[in-house]
Nanobody, 126 residues
Framework: QVQLVESGGGLVQAGGSLRLSCAAS????????MGWFRQAPGKERDFVASISWTFGWTSNTYYADSVKGRFTISRDNAKNTVYLQMNSLQPEDTAVYYC????????????????WGQGTQVTVSS
């Protein structure tokens, strides 16, 4: 089992920044890919970004087109933590943001992830 706990959400004005954190515990060695998804009220859960590593150190990152150039995903192996730095936030970024983990390579599909956090609310005011 892998436990994921997100933090860092909040209320920010348009153009502002937030950094989300996802702390992983448990069988973290079984999770090669960590991802961030978001879900706005009445909408489906959408892919935001993912980071994968193989051979212990190589990282591959993927981003949704809507966040490319604004969001950055990164990881700290020593802390078993993944971050999502979000810059130039817009009202359309408002959603609950979820951290997820899977054993395989990077994926944009929510159903391919095995573990999920409880989510953290991000609200961007105009």
């Amino acid at each position: 089992q892998v436990q994921l706990v997100e933090s860092g959400g909040g209320l920010v004005q348009a153009g502002g920044s937030l950094r989300l954190s996802c702390a992983a515990s448990g069988r973290t060695f079984s999770s090669n890919t960590m991802g961030w998804f978001r879900q706005a009220p009445g909408k489906e859960r959408d892919f935001v970004a993912s980071i994968s590593w193989t051979f212990g150190w190589t990282s591959n990152t993927y981003y949704a087109d809507s966040v490319k150039g604004r969001f950055t995903i990164s990881r700290d192996n020593a802390k078993n933590t993944v971050y999502l730095q979000m810059n130039s936030l817009q009202p359309e970024d408002t959603a609950v943001y979820y951290c997820a983990a899977r054993a395989g390579s990077g994926s944009k599909l929510p159903y391919e992830y095995d573990y999920w956090g409880q989510g953290t609310q991000v609200t961007v005011s105009s």
